[in-house]
């Protein structure tokens, strides 16, 4: 047996418990489970003690493991950051870079702003997880995470990319059926489109609420996607909340339109939020200073827009 640890058999511990699980955390490595099992006995056999406890409900630390895990981690936090900051002496960025965001702007924008990013730093390998869930970036050890809200996360550091308008649309068709003009007068001669991320009462809280008009509006349709939302808002399902970003391209040819232009709604700030570190490696404010300049004073889809959403 080696009298030396191994590095990878504390990456793969780590990441096992992370994951809280040997399957998981061998998705994550990239390794068979044979393997990952294999870094976890000798991990164990060159400490001498057990460091997870094994049940059929799953795993979970030792005392030894715990108080292992907490050292490793932050060991581990100094290396790759003293690995870090000799390799970013060179103009080239490399290593890897984990980022997470939501799945419509991922789609819609952020794959388009990164990718020429991506390009000039040939030796940087990037990993994208799209998911309209707020993920827990330290326990799924993302190195950064764009979030679209009011609330990026008191627990992290965040750094403010931008503002997302907020528009009331819907179709043309709907419009001429309906007499929009009177929508203050009479909230519930509607048909809304419902967001299932955000409660109707968040969503048109800007509508005014009168001692008689406290039932709360209902949604003929609901999506916890926004791109389904703005097309059953193509499709005259009914009105609709929606960020800037989702619905420009159909305010622009015409499918939708601006249901309420006297109503200005507040935006939706753009963070990008990373681990409350000691140290920010070079990549990761690289990749935050190009989507700041992307997206600070005129994000891409508010161009080309007409007058009144600029």
Not at 84 to 96: A, W
Request: with cysteine; glycine share 6%; charged share 20%.
């Amino acid at each position: 047996m080696s009298s030396t640890f191994n590095l990878h058999d504390i990456a793969t511990f780590l990441a096992i418990v992370d994951c809280g699980s040997l399957t998981q955390a061998a998705e994550r490595l990239g390794l068979s489970k044979s393997i990952v099992s294999k870094r976890l006995k000798r991990l164990e056999e060159m400490l001498g003690v057990a460091l997870l406890h094994r049940s059929t409900r799953g795993i979970s630390t030792t005392v030894h493991g715990q108080a292992f895990h907490t050292r490793a981690s932050a060991i581990l936090q100094e290396l790759e950051a003293a690995a870090e900051e000799i390799t970013e002496r060179n103009e080239n960025l490399c290593g890897s870079i984990r980022i997470a965001a939501p799945v419509t702007f991922g789609t819609m924008y952020l794959g388009k702003l990164l990718f020429p990013f991506i390009a000039k730093h040939p030796r940087l390998d990037v990993a994208i997880h799209l998911d309209d869930k707020v993920e827990d970036i330290i326990q799924e050890r993302y190195d950064l995470a764009i979030r679209i809200s009011a609330d990026p996360g008191l627990s992290l550091k965040a750094r403010k990319l931008g503002d997302c308008k907020r528009v009331v649309v819907c179709s043309p068709e709907y419009a001429a059926k309906r007499d929009i003009s009177r929508l203050f007068d009479d909230l519930f001669a509607h048909e809304y489109i419902g967001y299932s991320n955000i409660a109707n009462s968040q969503l048109w809280g800007f509508l005014p609420q009168g001692e008689q008009n406290r039932v709360q509006i209902h949604s003929r349709f609901t999506a916890n996607n926004g791109e389904m939302s703005r097309d059953a808002a193509i499709a005259g399902l009914g009105l609709a909340v929606m960020p800037l970003f989702i619905v420009a391209e159909a305010l622009r040819t015409g499918q939708l339109i601006d249901a309420m232009p006297q109503m200005e709604l507040s935006p939706i700030p753009i963070y990008a939020v990373y681990p409350p570190t000691r140290y920010v490696s070079k990549k990761v404010r690289l990749v935050i200073d190009h989507l700041c300049q992307s997206l600070g004073s005129n994000p891409p889809w508010e161009q080309d827009l007409p007058s009144t959403f600029s």
